[in-house]
């Protein structure tokens, strides 16, 4: 199906223990971002990346790796998961800033 | 440095009510802004960009530069609209799409 897809769309895990979220486009668009979404702090921007091979840091990275070898994946990694990093994560795609970004359906991640 | 500044995090009001959901922004350069809506159980959506200068939904946005604000306005609120709003803001010089810290808006009956 086309669109945009995030796996797993729940996840428990412990803490330390590295995750890794993954989200698929199939439009081929050049702009993909990684947001997590937190009660009082809105969405904030984790990691974006403008094409493929070109990833950068938003407002919250610290935490947080990225990759983008190929324009359709952008996987988001939790090197070594805290509490902190509970949240629910939002992976988006769009053909350009000017444009719409679309939002994949989330991925409610725990950390305990 | 961007920033989306929504300052409501609730706003209640009854149906049929005029809505006005505010929006301030920080960017030394040309803004591009976009209101978001999440509805309850769905994905993030645009609901408008200003470029457009559309109207959806009934809703409208103006960018004034002056102020630095994109409020969101609707004359009529209905049940339906309740909904998580955000701002958000595209800077073409960082690559960035900046989120404000979004408004609930409720529309009771």
């Known amino acids: 199906d086309a669109g945009i897809t995030q796996s797993p769309r729940y996840k428990i895990t412990e803490t330390g223990r590295q995750v890794t979220l993954m989200c698929h486009q199939t439009?081929?668009?050049?702009?993909m971002f990684w947001y997590r979404q937190d009660l009082g702090h809105g969405l904030r921007l984790i990691y974006y990346s403008a094409a493929a091979d070109i990833t950068d840091k938003g407002e919250v990275p610290d935490g947080y790796v990225v990759s983008r070898s190929k324009t359709e994946n952008f996987p988001l990694t939790l090197e070594s998961a805290t509490r902190s990093q509970t949240s629910v994560y939002f992976c988006?795609?769009?053909?350009?800033?000017?444009?719409?970004?679309?939002f994949g359906q989330g991925t409610r991640l725990t950390v305990v | 440095a961007q920033r989306v500044t929504q300052p409501e995090k609730l706003l209640s009001v009854f149906k049929g009510a005029p809505v006005e959901l505010k929006c301030n922004y920080s960017?030394?350069?040309?803004?591009?802004l976009f209101w978001y809506v999440q509805y309850s159980r769905q994905r993030l959506q645009l609901l408008l960009r200003?470029?457009s200068r559309e109207s959806i939904k009934g809703f409208t946005a103006d960018l004034n530069k002056g102020e630095t604000s994109f409020h969101l306005k609707k004359p009529f609120a209905q049940e339906e609209d309740s909904a998580m709003y955000y701002c958000a803001l595209s800077a073409s010089n960082t690559d960035k799409l900046i989120f404000g810290t979004g408004t609930r808006l409720q529309v009771f009956p």
């Open positions: 960017y030394s350069g040309s803004p591009e």
């Open positions: 200003h470029i």
């Open positions: 439009w081929s668009h050049s702009y």
């Open positions: 988006a795609s769009g053909t350009g800033l000017l444009t719409e970004a679309f």
